[in-house]
Each structure stands twice: as structure tokens, then as C-alpha cells.
């Protein structure tokens, strides 16, 4: 009690210095530097004050940034591959800091909320930090490039604690993950309004060189959330609402022509096929759409899919029999090739974060940077969110929480696939709503409804 007290009487006097001091340094600070980098600062100070003041607040505003904030710049320590830092980036490790800041003056709040996923977090992020060192101390590696792309790696579990660590009610797992619905609807409007270009549809503030597999995994994931709403729908009014979002993310999903995206889309439909209870319609259904898909496709997208395999000679393409891989594909093949070069020649803990070359395959470049260690380690966290998804399905008690499991479940296991042709679990606007909504499952169990809560599960 002495100890709360003596805090709460020098609570005063460390806001007044606060409000002459940070203001005063702020000014000093901002006089040498540019109206962008000023601009840049005054924000991050706007954030820093406001986790502080208010945690959640900050939750919503990285929210909301996801896809929807700008690439602040392009690194050139990557040699074959740019560092790309976005907004989010900034933003997660100033949430981050004033989430542990507050955790250390209140020290009732807590660290690490216990979990399933903390024993495999903590062994992955070891791993992924052992395996850098050691590769620092027996050849040359870029130190800053390294620490950079780790910072990235680490900072969804970051994302993940801050958000588990401060959900108090299944009113705050549902506001959430409006705030994250909303995000989505409003990205896929402004891809769809993309179409009419021509090109491949990316996401907003993508810089020069968009990535529409990135978008495309994206929206996967997010069309597999909307789906288990879909499927635990009560009535056909919220039914044809969910359908009509689902619609909506669909559109864009195609003409980001991201075969890996596509794949994992068909992941995600067997998934969802297994989970349901009752198949038979959704069977026709399926067999519908396939009948009719070639009335109904984009050009665009049959051509896509035509070009795979038909694509007319040229350098670069991998033959296999008579049939001739087109050159992206065949690029991909190639990069597990030289990853898997590159692995066996460091077989136990590889060549450290961003200490080989570029390869665009999550699976192959876990290999190559941490070895077995680190295979073993991101198999034992996606061993445990299966199991932790599969146990909260299982107790759900109401519609909600059935529907937010069954999406996720699904959601993941098309994670997965995707991240055969792609770096999936280290790209930022991927893994922000995933890790996102792997806090709000891992909370499900200390955030039950009360009775009269126990509704319709449309959110």
C-alpha cells in the first residue's frame, strides 16, 4: 500500500516535469531538423504519450494503420533486397516501448500474460537471435542489415503480447476485431478502384514496386475470419451481409493474380470444408462455382493460369517432362534451390537473420537463416496455435467465439500454404492481422461473455 501511494503522490510532480521538460527538448530538437523528419518525430512523440496514457487507444491506431500506412523509406544495407520500413514499424516498437514502460511503473499489470504460444515464442526468438550472433562471430555479416530484419521478426510477438496482455472483456476482442473488419473493407475498396488501371492489384501506399502476394495473403486471411461468420450466421439477412463482405475481398483477391495467394484461398475452402459440420450444401455450392468459373473469371485471371504452364520460350523457364514452367515460377523453384544450398552448408543453425541471399519462401529461408534449431522451434509454435485453436473451438460457448475460431483455424492453415511461395510470417502486413487476432483467440477462455452477451455471432 506505502509503495502505491508514494507513487500516486509523485504521479503529479512527473507529469509537470514532463510538461515543461519534453516540450522543451522536443523544440530544441525539431529546430535541427527538416519539416518531414520534424513532422516524423512530433508524431511518434503524439504516440509514445498517447500508450502511455491510454494502451488501447494506440491498439486501435496500429488497427487501423495496417495496410493503410505509408512505406516511410527503402534501406540500401540489403544488398539483394531492400530493408522497406513502414509506418506500422515505427509504430509497433513506440506502442511496444510504452507498453513495457507502463509495465514496469505498474507492476500489477504484468509482463508476458501467460499463454500457450509463450514457451515456442520465446524458444523461436532465442533461436532466431543465437543463430545472428553466432553467424556474426564466424564470418562477415552486415550487422545493421541483420539487427533490422530481427527487429521486424520479433515484432508481431511484440503485437501479440501488447494486445493479449490488455483485453479485459469480450467487448474488447469484438471491437477489435470490427476495427480490423473495417480496415479490410476499406482497403479492398481502394484496390477495387485499382482494377480499371490495368496491372496487378496491390495495396494502398506500396511504393514503386507493389507486392500483390502480399495483398493477396492478406485478404485470404481476412476471407477466412468473414467465412467462419459466415457459416455460424443465424439468420439469411447476416448471412448475405458476411457474404457480401466476402464479395467484396474476393474481387481484389483475384486480380492480384498471386497464384500463392490463389492456392492458399483453396487451402483455406478444404479447411473451412472439413471444419463445418454440415457439408452437403456447401459441397454444391463448391460445384457450382467450379462449373461455372470459366463464365465468370476475370480474363485476366484465366490468363494468369493459362501463362503458368503456357508461357512461350524463354530463358530461365525449368522444363519439367514437355511442359515448360513460366520464368516467376520457375524463379521460385530456384529459390529453394539456392536456399537449400545455402542451409546445407550451416545444416544446425544457418546463416543468421538476413545473412544469405534473398529467397521468397518462408519455409526455405527459416532453414537457411536458423538452421534445424529454428525449423524446429517454428514448428513447435505452429504445433501449439493448432492445438490452442482447436482446444477454444471445441469449449466455445456462444456463436461468436465459434465463428472467430473456426475463421482463424482456417485462416492459419492457408498461412501456412502461402508460405510456400512466400515469405509469409516475417511480411508486416500479413502478420499485424494475424497476430492480431492470435491475441484475440489465445484470450477467448478470460474473456467469456456474460449471459446476456450470448447471442447472434455476427460482430
Known amino acids: 500500500m506505502t509503495v502505491v501511494s508514494d507513487r500516486a503522490s509523485l504521479a503529479p510532480v512527473a507529469l509537470g516535469l514532463s510538461a515543461v521538460l519534453i516540450p522543451a527538448l522536443a523544440a530544441l530538437v525539431v529546430a535541427r531538423l527538416s519539416v518531414s523528419s520534424s513532422s516524423l518525430l512530433m508524431l511518434g512523440l503524439v504516440v509514445l504519450l498517447m500508450g502511455l496514457l491510454h494502451i488501447k487507444l494506440t491498439i486501435y491506431l496500429i488497427i487501423f494503420s495496417m495496410l493503410l500506412s505509408p512505406e516511410l523509406g527503402v534501406g540500401a544495407l540489403a544488398g539483394d533486397r531492400p530493408?522497406?520500413?513502414?509506418?506500422?514499424?515505427?509504430?509497433?516498437?513506440?506502442?511496444?516501448?510504452?507498453?513495457?514502460?507502463?509495465?514496469?511503473?505498474?507492476?500489477e499489470l504484468g509482463l508476458f500474460r501467460n499463454s500457450p504460444l509463450n514457451g515456442p515464442i520465446a524458444a523461436y526468438s532465442a533461436v532466431a537471435v543465437f543463430a545472428t550472433v553466432i553467424s556474426g562471430w564466424t564470418h562477415e555479416i552486415n550487422w545493421l542489415r541483420a539487427l533490422l530484419f530481427l527487429a521486424?521478426?520479433?515484432?508481431?510477438?511484440?503485437?501479440?503480447?501488447?494486445?493479449?496482455?490488455?483485453?479485459?472483456?469480450r467487448s474488447d476482442v469484438r471491437n477489435y476485431l470490427i476495427a480490423a473488419f473495417l480496415t479490410c473493407a476499406v482497403v479492398s475498396v481502394v484496390c477495387i478502384s485499382q482494377i480499371p488501371d490495368g496491372g496487378r492489384v496491390t495495396a494502398p501506399f506500396e511504393g514503386e514496386d507493389g507486392e500483390p502476394n502480399t495483398l493477396g495473403g492478406y485478404l485470404v486471411f481476412m476471407l477466412a475470419l468473414a467465412s467462419?461468420?459466415?457459416?455460424?450466421?443465424s439468420s439469411t439477412r447476416e448471412r448475405l451481409l458476411w457474404l457480401g463482405f466476402g464479395a467484396l475481398m474476393t474481387l481484389p483477391l483475384l486480380y492480384t493474380l498471386s497464384r500463392s495467394s490463389w492456392l492458399a484461398g483453396a487451402a483455406m475452402a478444404?479447411?473451412?470444408?472439413?471444419?463445418?459440420?454440415?457439408?452437403?450444401?456447401?459441397?454444391?455450392?463448391?460445384?457450382?462455382?467450379?462449373?461455372?468459373?470459366?463464365?465468370?473469371?476475370?480474363?485476366?485471371?484465366?490468363?494468369?493460369?493459362?501463362?503458368?504452364?503456357?508461357?512461350?520460350?524463354e530463358p530461365g523457364q525449368i522444363r519439367v517432362g514437355a511442359t515448360r514452367l513460366d520464368t516467376s515460377l520457375s524463379a521460385r523453384?530456384?529459390?529453394?534451390?539456392?536456399?537449400?544450398?545455402?542451409?546445407?552448408?550451416?545444416?544446425?543453425t544457418g546463416h543468421g537473420v538476413a545473412g544469405y541471399g534473398f529467397m521468397d519462401a518462408q519455409y526455405v529461408r527459416i532453414l537457411t537463416e536458423t538452421g534445424l534449431l529454428g525449423l524446429a522451434a517454428f514448428t513447435w509454435l505452429a504445433i501449439n496455435i493448432f492445438r490452442m485453436v482447436r482446444r477454444r473451438l471445441r469449449n466455445a460457448k456462444d456463436r461468436f467465439a465459434t465463428a472467430l475460431c473456426l475463421g482463424y483455424l482456417a485462416g492459419f492453415v492457408a498461412m501456412l500454404v502461402h508460405g510456400i511461395g512466400a515469405n509469409t510470417f516475417i511480411i508486416v502486413r500479413?502478420?499485424?492481422?494475424?497476430?492480431?487476432?492470435?491475441?484475440?483467440?489465445?484470450?477467448?477462455?478470460?474473456?467469456?461473455?456474460?449471459?446476456?452477451e450470448r447471442g447472434p455471432a455476427g460482430v
Open 333 to 348: 523453384i530456384r529459390s529453394w534451390e539456392y536456399g537449400l544450398e545455402g542451409w546445407a552448408q550451416k545444416p544446425l
Open 228 to 233: 467462419g461468420f459466415y457459416f455460424t450466421a
Open 270 to 313: 478444404l479447411a473451412l470444408l472439413w471444419l463445418i459440420p454440415k457439408k452437403s450444401h456447401v459441397l454444391a455450392a463448391a460445384a457450382i462455382v467450379l462449373a461455372l468459373s470459366p463464365v465468370f473469371l476475370p480474363s485476366e485471371v484465366t490468363h494468369r493460369l493459362a501463362y503458368t504452364f503456357g508461357q512461350p520460350p
Open 152 to 169: 521486424k521478426y520479433l515484432e508481431y510477438f511484440v503485437l501479440y503480447f501488447l494486445v493479449l496482455n490488455n483485453l479485459k472483456s
Open 83 to 107: 530493408v522497406t520500413i513502414r509506418f506500422e514499424d515505427i509504430l509497433l516498437i513506440l506502442v511496444g516501448f510504452a507498453w513495457l514502460a507502463r509495465s514496469a511503473y505498474h507492476k
Open 430 to 452: 500479413i502478420m499485424e492481422p494475424f497476430w492480431l487476432v492470435t491475441a484475440l483467440v489465445a484470450a477467448l477462455p478470460e474473456a467469456e461473455p456474460a449471459s446476456a
